[in-house]
């Protein structure tokens, strides 16, 4: 087990958490309503499409998604905006492509999945990666 701290507004809680180390950061970030998190990526691995799960705090802007093959070539970027309350928000990718801007559907491989937070300064507020495999 592990005992941990919960940072709130108004005082320092305590929780006893029973599980595994990956189970304690989980448990750690949904209950840190304030901070920014990547919570995760499912299916992984994906055929035609993957739902993207993170958590904002207030006062973020805009959040950015970027998709990266394993060489750093940019594959694909979407801008999500107009953020009116923090918490958990879901995105979608489909790998369908979008040849108007330049993007193809993926092929089979692995790639990088950057998520990044604005907030409303401009100023980056977090950003995260995790890795993701496509298979067709």
Do not use: W
């Not at 093959?69 to 879901?90: A, D, L, P, T």
């Not at 979608?92 to 300064?121: C, D, H, W």
């Amino acid at each position: 087990y592990n005992d941990i701290s919960i940072p709130s507004r108004a005082s320092t809680n305590r929780l006893l958490v029973i599980g595994s180390d990956d189970y304690l950061k989980y448990a750690k970030q949904l209950l840190t309503p304030y901070a920014f998190t990547f919570l995760e990526v499912y299916p992984n691995p994906f055929i035609h499409g993957i739902r993207i799960l993170y958590c904002i705090p207030s006062g973020t802007k805009e959040v950015h998604f970027k998709l990266y093959n394993m060489m750093g070539k940019q594959i694909h970027r979407r801008i999500e905006k107009n953020f009116s309350k923090r918490g958990e928000h879901v995105f979608y990718y489909e790998n369908k492509g979008n040849p108007q801007k330049g993007f193809e559907p993926v092929p089979s491989g692995m790639y990088i999945l950057r998520l990044t937070a604005v907030n409303k300064a401009n100023r980056i507020m977090f950003g995260g990666q995790k890795r993701i495999i496509c298979i067709k």
